[in-house]
């Protein structure tokens, strides 16, 4: 080969020195981020200032049933090319496709915990790639983000807290550990019930009157403080009954819901999730070395208040590990966003993420309900 003039030749030698000192250097940065650790990467985090933040919250949902239909029709060949190359990875780490499950199941499978929540996660970054295209301000200079349950996955990796990979892994992890917690006790003994009417303080003392009665025997708690006078308790069996007849004692609207033990329901966010919470807990703390600072405020379930730009990872990490026993603070984070001059919001998922619109309209009424948009595949 011939090299035209003022253009240097290929060199096999050359290319592999070159590859080895790109190799070097890259673990040289790497030992020396490690040895700075974690708070000293956080105090070198600074906002560029031509990169200020636009008053907008991405949103993403939690696992829900009947999720059929997602990434296929329309919403699956409008995809963009970055969302298709999510979903070939995601494909890859798995081990099965996900795109064909999530299209057309069978439900059997698509709707238990262990697979549900990886296709969730999946689809809400998928529907946040279609949303960059749409409206790249509005995900690239967001003020903040939130996630319901397992969406907050979906929301740390937008923040920039890790990677796709590192989130599919942990999110697969959690939802296993959840499932398995909710089967190893017998069919029917973990439940889920919705009050109405009654406050969250209300609903605290009752829970704490039916653990007392039992001598604490029996697990009760509130799950999701879902809105105003909405919240879904969990919890055992015996203690779900007793909390039914208190609260229509007390003038609220009960009823049970589905939780359907073959497929991995149970008493989420109560102390019988506490043998998945161990195991989640280790991978994120083995995975704190891979995370990094949040490029923008991050709203969490378990204080429902946010954690700011530039935060130590540790805390992220303190924070989803304690999520699966806590009680998810929806109502508090977005009054807490709307409070810090949040203006919009977008609701990223499957097409079951337009329920969490609707969650909105109930915590910030009509106005909120109007500037809340959704992106779905």
């Not at 030698?13 to 708070?39: H, I």
């Not at 009157?209 to 909405?230: F, H, L, Q, S």
Request: proline letters at 5%.
């Amino acid at each position: 080969m011939v090299a035209r003039p003022g253009v240097s030749r290929w060199s096999p030698t050359l290319g592999g020195e070159m590859e080895t000192a790109v190799l070097a250097a890259k673990a040289f940065l790497a030992s020396l981020l490690e040895r700075c650790g974690a708070l000293e990467r956080c105090r070198a985090f600074r906002p560029q200032p031509w990169l200020q933040s636009v008053p907008v919250a991405l949103l993403f949902p939690n696992q829900a049933p009947s999720l059929i239909g997602t990434l296929a029709g329309e919403n699956g060949a409008s995809l963009p090319i970055a969302a298709r190359a999510l979903l070939r990875r995601a494909n890859g780490f798995l081990g099965y496709d996900v795109e064909e499950l999530c299209a057309r199941g069978p439900a059997s499978k698509l709707d238990q915990t262990q697979y549900c929540q990886p296709a969730v996660y999946v689809a809400s970054l998928c529907a946040a790639e279609k949303l960059r295209i749409e409206n790249p301000e509005a995900v690239e200079r967001c003020q903040a983000v939130a996630g319901f349950g397992v969406g907050e996955y979906a929301a740390l990796c937008m923040a920039g807290v890790f990677d796709f990979e590192l989130g599919l892994r942990l999110v697969r992890l959690r939802a296993e550990a959840m499932h398995v917690a909710a089967t190893v006790s017998p069919s029917g003994s973990q439940q889920q019930l919705m009050l109405r009417e009654l406050e969250l303080e209300q609903i605290e003392e009752l829970c704490e009157v039916v653990r007392k009665e039992t001598g604490g025997r029996e697990v009760c708690g509130i799950a999701y403080a879902m809105m105003p006078k909405v919240h879904i308790c969990a919890g055992t069996k015996a203690a779900a009954d007793r909390l039914f007849a208190l609260g229509v004692a007390h003038g609220a609207k009960v009823n049970f819901l589905d939780t359907p033990h073959k497929l991995g329901y149970g008493a989420f966010q109560t102390s019988l999730m506490r043998i998945a919470q161990i195991k989640l807990k280790a991978a994120l703390l083995a995975a704190v070395p891979s995370m990094r600072p949040p490029r923008c405020a991050v709203y969490f379930n378990a204080s429902g208040v946010k954690l700011p730009a530039g935060s130590d990872p540790m805390q992220v990490a303190e924070l989803l590990a304690a999520q699966l026993t806590s009680t998810v603070l929806w109502q508090q984070t977005v009054r807490g966003m709307l409070s810090e001059g949040v203006e919009k919001f977008v609701v990223c998922g499957p097409s079951t993420a337009k329920q969490l619109k609707d969650v909105m309209r109930g915590i910030g009424g009509i106005e909120t309900w109007r500037n809340t948009a959704v992106s779905c595949v």
